[in-house]
């Protein structure tokens, strides 16, 4: 990815790197629970009780930390075939409409969860007793590392838009 595509240099690099091992660490923990619970009912007869609460809770993280590491890398929201057959003017509007209705998208995610949080801190899951907020801190937390690259893939491609032709 050019040096100008990449929202916040190196440091940004290093962090949603991070994120995506994290994904996949997650993912690992996931498989890891549910192959555990299908072996213990298949020989056993009998589970580990709260562990297939494990598998779903972690999706969800799964899901919006894998997000915002896939859109670090620009591997979202766009559709390349369509994209690389426009001007670089028309490229970089398209970017401003994508990137601008899904920052939208995210905020208001965010605002939906700053009821639902913690709302959902007052239940706990009826398996591991793990208060849903934990789970559904995911949705912020996701929200707002995606919203980071969005931002500065919108900014550039404004930038761009609205260049001086020569």
């Known amino acids: 990815m050019p040096a100008r595509d990449r929202p916040f240099g190196e440091s940004g690099a290093r962090f949603y790197g991070g994120l995506g091992w994290l994904a996949g660490v997650l993912m690992a923990l996931l498989t890891l629970a549910v192959f555990l619970q299908v072996i213990l009912r298949y020989v056993a007869r009998s589970g580990i009780e709260g562990l297939d609460e494990a598998p779903r809770y972690l999706f969800v993280w799964l899901v919006m930390i894998g997000a915002a590491a896939a859109m670090y890398r620009g591997e979202h929201t766009t559709l390349e075939f369509f994209r690389d057959k426009l001007t670089p003017r028309g490229r970089a509007l398209a970017t401003v409409v994508t990137e601008g209705v899904g920052i939208v998208l995210f905020l208001s995610m965010i605002k939906v969860s700053l009821v639902l949080v913690p709302n959902s801190q007052l ?25 980071l690259p969005m931002a500065w893939r919108l900014a550039a491609a404004l930038r761009d838009v609205w260049q001086k032709p020569f």
Do not use: K, N
Not at 124 to 146: K, R, T
């Open 123 to 147: 239940q706990s899951s009826a398996g591991l007793g793990l208060p849903l907020g934990y789970v559904y801190a995911a949705m912020p937390v996701g929200a707002v590392l995606i919203i």
